[in-house]
């Protein structure tokens, strides 16, 4: 590490820590919208995912969308789709999802898009039934408000608060609890309204409402889209309640022992795991009565507006540490960055600041966060916002059977260990491995049994071509989670390959596929996309050269890697059946490290 470069990592994190301090008084550009026309020229339409890039990273064209603002003006869209023979999808104002499900189509099918960004002026709370009926259009953030305002709580919720209802169920978005229904928001649907095309003497689209026990309600619940269009969402409540929590960051020795025990003891337990500081964060995360003082906030720090500057120079610092190799340069922001995660608590907030736990507030004001999304300012945004180049990562999220998560742990400890440390210093830049928690689910492409979700985010290249530092050690990490330990693919992350052979994971996905052709027989709502990440067949993958550089496949030869910038294909250090590109001077198996 050159001395040049030691003073720009300090400078870079200095100048973090100072914005992440003053991000009290700074507020974000608006997101940009999910859907962009052309005006002039040709027309037609660009669908956008929230990081500006599909897997593929080709984009998503369509040549017309449509905005409805009621259930009837849905149903017509869908009516009128059926009519004239178009493949439809429906996205939401955020479009967050990381695979292409939300694109109808290629150019070499007729297609439309539906976005539901104006729909979503119903909520209807039943204080006495302890459920609220919403349009599929309403953001989460609408919808806890409301709630909270009828001094009820929606116990379920995703960390990440930029989603749609309907979005958020049709992919099985999460927080973490094994009590109760457990963390997965679908679990507590327990109703919903279908959209789905219909014979020519009953309007070309019909509306199904479906209430719990009818098994469709099943199918329904996690439909990636693929069914229908979800007009309605009805959700069960409880009475209002607080939440006191504590972080504590201690030795990683014990997870693969103690994680059950901790998910057991603490309804909104999680734990964040930061490998190269061998470092855990054990979330305690209690129900207290609404009585208990305290008014505290959870605002996560990543989610937080930060300096569009700020987010430029830690991206353009990461590019300068992958180009050089520089492993030590990304170890010293990993270390600052935990640090000052443990000072402010991770953006826990007593009231305008960070005083001391436990911190104690309102269901609805700790369960989610996303503070970047709202206010505008010309100098701040969402770090991740394609329009200003700066954090840009994948996102890898692996849903285990309980009983083969340890071995999991055991496995990612064994590689740490073998190949030094510092090699996961990439991962803790982001926010390690969070590890959650969701209970066994009756929907049919939910998890079958109790399962530990484990979110990871890393370094992606600005070109497709390019390799990345510790490559082998992500996409070995990755293989290890989704081929050897059985983790099922969360379905709106991931990169491709971790959605191989994904319907051998799911005992009731021939009666999910059922219900689809029965509701969609012409597949409508079925696109190359959609069935690229459902089927999971590697045939189906482009196994052209590179692909495996961004997990567009497994590579199996050389030219899958990157061999003209020394990266070959090579077997896994831990899990010897992995394929994994490496940096190496040799081509020859024999060269391993």
């Not at 008014?295 to 992958?322: C, H, P, T, W």
Request: aromatic letters at 10%.
């Amino acid at each position: 590490m050159t001395m040049y470069q030691y003073f720009r990592c300090l400078l870079v994190v200095a100048a973090s820590l100072v914005v992440v301090l003053r991000i009290q008084t700074v507020q974000a550009i608006l997101p940009p919208p999910a859907v962009q026309c052309n005006q002039t020229g040709g027309g037609g339409c660009t669908l956008y995912n929230s990081y500006g890039a599909w897997n593929d990273r080709n984009d998503c064209r369509v040549p017309t969308v449509v905005y409805p603002t009621t259930e009837e003006e849905l149903r017509s869209a869908v009516a009128n789709a059926n009519k004239n023979k178009l493949k439809i999808k429906v996205v939401s104002r955020f479009s967050h999802t990381i695979p292409k499900l939300a694109c109808p189509g290629s150019s070499k099918n007729p297609a439309m898009l539906v976005s539901t960004s104006k729909y979503n002026s119903t909520i209807e709370i039943d204080v006495v039934g302890l459920a609220v009926t919403v349009d599929s259009g309403v953001s989460l953030r609408q919808l806890i408000d409301r709630v909270e305002e009828a001094n009820l709580s929606l116990v379920a919720a995703p960390y990440w608060e930029g989603v749609s209802v309907g979005g958020l169920i049709s992919t099985g978005a999460h927080g973490s609890s094994w009590w109760g229904k457990g963390g997965a928001v679908h679990d507590h649907v327990i109703g919903l309204s279908l959209i789905v095309p219909a014979k020519q003497n009953e309007g070309f689209a019909k509306i199904i409402r479906v209430q719990s026990p009818d098994p469709l309600l099943d199918a329904a619940k996690v439909s990636l889209g693929v069914l229908g269009v979800i007009s309605k969402v009805k959700l069960s409540l409880e009475p209002g309640f607080k939440r006191s929590l504590t972080y504590n960051f201690t030795d990683d020795g014990k997870i693969e022992d103690v994680f059950i025990d901790h998910a057991t003891k603490y309804e909104f337990g999680d734990i964040t795991w930061y490998p190269s500081r061998h470092t855990a964060v054990y979330r305690y995360d209690k129900r207290v009565p609404l009585d208990t003082p305290g008014d505290g906030v959870y605002d996560f720090l990543g989610f937080q507006s930060n300096s569009i500057l700020i987010s430029k120079s830690i991206r353009a610092s990461e590019k300068v540490m992958e180009n050089a190799r520089n492993v030590n340069g990304k170890c010293l922001m990993a270390s600052s960055f935990v640090g000052f995660k443990k000072l402010v608590a991770n953006g826990l907030k007593n009231g305008l600041i960070f005083t001391g736990y436990p911190v104690v507030g309102r269901q609805g004001k700790i369960q989610t966060s996303g503070s970047c999304l709202y206010s505008t300012s010309s100098v701040s945004s969402c770090a991740w916002d394609p329009r200003i180049k700066g954090l840009f990562f994948y996102e890898s999220t692996a849903i285990f059977p309980a009983k083969r998560f340890g071995d999991f742990i055991k496995d990612v400890k064994k590689l740490r260990d073998l190949i030094k440390p510092e090699n996961f210093c990439g991962v803790d830049i982001y926010n390690g491995f969070l590890i959650r928690f969701i209970r066994a689910s009756q929907a049919y492409m939910g998890q079958a049994e109790d399962s530990i979700v484990v979110d990871f985010n890393y370094y992606r290249a600005s070109d497709a071509s390019t390799p990345r530092l510790n490559q082998d050690v992500w996409e070995e990490v990755e293989q290890m989670a989704f081929f050897k330990h059985g983790a099922k693919a969360h379905w709106a992350k991931n990169r491709n390959l971790a959605f191989l052979n994904v319907q051998s994971k799911y005992p009731n996905f021939n009666k999910f596929l059922d219900v689809k052709k029965k509701l969609d027989p012409q597949e409508m709502f079925t696109s190359e996309w959609s069935d690229e990440i459902l089927f999971g067949k590697e045939e189906n993958y482009n196994k052209g050269d590179g692909c495996a550089l961004e997990g567009l496949c497994v590579c199996s030869e050389d030219r899958h890697c990157s061999p003209s910038k020394g990266y070959f294909c090579k077997p896994g250090l831990v899990y010897g059946e992995a394929r994994v590109c490496r940096s190496s001077s040799s081509s020859s198996s024999s060269s391993m490290l």
